[in-house]
């Protein structure tokens, strides 16, 4: 369903604006909107999906410099690193391929949350839109 998001000035950065939506809809939408957005240029966005019985949630991060981030969000709302993953972080630390702290920021989306903060703060009075849809 189309979705009409109140666009405010960002005080991050000049002629900038900032739109925030709260939502709920269907496990695995999250996805789609991120892709959805990918599409568009010059854009920052996060989306946040909450794991649901049964299913995992997702953090989706994108920025123009840093390309797109994707991790699993647990019940609990950690991020879920797969152990392949690490074992393969932890070998090319072994062979010195890189440095193993790094690569686990990357695996956390520490670089996304340094570049998105400054754009994350909404002022006093900021909009929130509710979106909804049957699940």
Same mark, same amino acid.
């Given at each position: 369903?189309?979705?009409?998001?109140?666009? @405010? &000035?960002?005080?991050? #950065?000049?002629?900038? +604006?900032?739109?925030? !939506?709260?939502?709920?809809?269907? *496990?695995?939408?999250?996805?789609?909107?991120?892709?959805?957005?990918?599409?568009?240029?010059?854009?920052?966005?996060?989306?946040?999906?909450?794991?649901?019985?049964?299913?995992?949630?997702?953090?989706?991060?994108? @920025? &123009?410099?840093?390309? #797109?981030?994707?991790? +699993?969000?647990?019940? !609990?709302?950690?991020?879920?690193? *797969?152990?392949?993953?690490?074992?393969?972080?932890?070998?090319?630390?072994?062979?010195?391929?890189?440095?193993?702290?790094?690569?686990?920021?990357?695996?956390?989306?520490?670089?996304?949350?340094?570049?998105?903060?400054?754009?994350?703060?909404?002022?006093?009075?900021?909009?929130?839109?509710?979106?909804?849809?049957?699940?």
């Amino acid at each position: 369903m189309p979705v009409d998001l109140t666009w @405010t &000035p960002q005080p991050a #950065a000049p002629n900038v +604006v900032r739109a925030q !939506a709260e939502w709920e809809g269907r *496990p695995g939408i999250a996805a789609a909107i991120a892709s959805s957005l990918m599409g568009w240029q010059r854009l920052r966005f996060e989306i946040t999906e909450d794991a649901s019985p049964g299913v995992d949630g997702s953090r989706h991060a994108y @920025t &123009p410099t840093l390309g #797109a981030f994707t991790a +699993v969000i647990g019940v !609990a709302g950690d991020i879920m690193i *797969p152990e392949d993953r690490l074992r393969a972080a932890m070998m090319m630390a072994a062979q010195g391929r890189c440095v193993l702290e790094e690569e686990l920021d990357k695996m956390l989306g520490k670089p996304w949350d340094e570049e998105l903060e400054p754009f994350r703060y909404a002022g006093d009075g900021a909009p929130v839109r509710w979106l909804h849809a049957a699940v």
